[in-house]
């Protein structure tokens, strides 16, 4: 069965400095991942998904992924967080066999202005 | 705008009430999910139906009962629940089998308190 973890349960970073949430799925046949952004007191939204190709993902608000097959990871990243990022992100992963979407513990995001 | 949209909003219902959230989506997605999701942690799952029929169900509590009267719609029945189910019920769409893959749509949820 395929599953995902999340190792950063929480991150307290600055305005303007760098962030890197690390996600890693078990093996499973083909992977499609996602990372999924909750604000506080919203609705879950899609930050940007992995099929297939290019594995370098761009998503909306400026962050960006990289599926490494190697390591079994799909980090996300921001060059420069802002104040308005502070939520909590999931990475998941749609299952090949059932397409059920499993979703990683979760990393809490805060940015201090 | 979510094109999945969830009502009630906010729901306060008793141990011995019957309720029901509502669920529509007009994405064209022939499976919908129910999950529950409590304060920091992630969405899990509770049913799928895939072409208006349930196909999994996580083991929930008979309390829950799922229903998808067509290919827009899905409610969630509760009866008799427990201060313990109080949490955010997420609703979501995709397409079925193995385009599900292609993402979910999340609708902004129920978020139910029991008292």
């Known amino acids: 069965a395929q599953s995902v973890s999340q190792h950063n349960h929480h991150v307290i970073l600055s305005e303007a400095a760098s962030l890197e949430l690390g996600c890693n799925y078990s093996?499973?046949?083909?992977?499609?991942l996602f990372w999924y952004v909750q604000y506080p007191g919203q609705h879950l939204q899609l930050l940007l998904k992995?099929?297939?190709?290019?594995?370098l993902v761009k998503g909306i608000k400026g962050f960006e992924a990289e599926f490494i097959k190697s390591k079994f990871s799909f980090n996300l990243r921001k060059p420069s967080v802002q104040w308005s990022d502070t939520a909590e992100y999931f990475c998941?992963?749609?299952?090949?066999?059932?397409?059920?979407?499993?979703f990683g513990q979760g990393t809490t995001l805060q940015v201090k202005p | 705008d979510t094109e999945v949209t969830q009502t009630p909003k906010h729901l306060v219902m008793g141990m011995t009430n019957k309720k029901s959230l509502k669920c529509e989506q007009h994405?064209?997605?022939?499976?919908m999910y129910w999950y529950k999701q409590k304060a920091k942690k992630p969405p899990e799952l509770m049913f799928v139906?895939?072409?208006?029929?349930?196909?999994i169900n996580e083991s929930v509590p008979s309390r829950f009962s799922p229903e998808c009267p067509n290919s827009s719609l899905l409610n969630l029945h509760l009866h008799a629940l427990q201060p313990e189910d109080s949490a955010l019920y997420l609703c979501?769409?995709?397409?079925?089998?193995?385009?599900?893959?292609?993402?979910?749509?999340f609708g902004s949820g129920t978020r139910l308190t029991v008292v």
């Open positions: 979501a769409s995709s397409h079925p089998g193995g385009r599900a893959s292609e993402g979910y749509t």
């Open positions: 093996y499973g046949g083909t992977v499609n």
């Open positions: 992995y099929f297939s190709g290019d594995p």
């Open positions: 998941a992963v749609v299952s090949s066999n059932t397409g059920k979407l499993i």
């Open positions: 994405m064209g997605h022939r499976a």
């Open positions: 139906y895939s072409y208006e029929k349930l196909s």
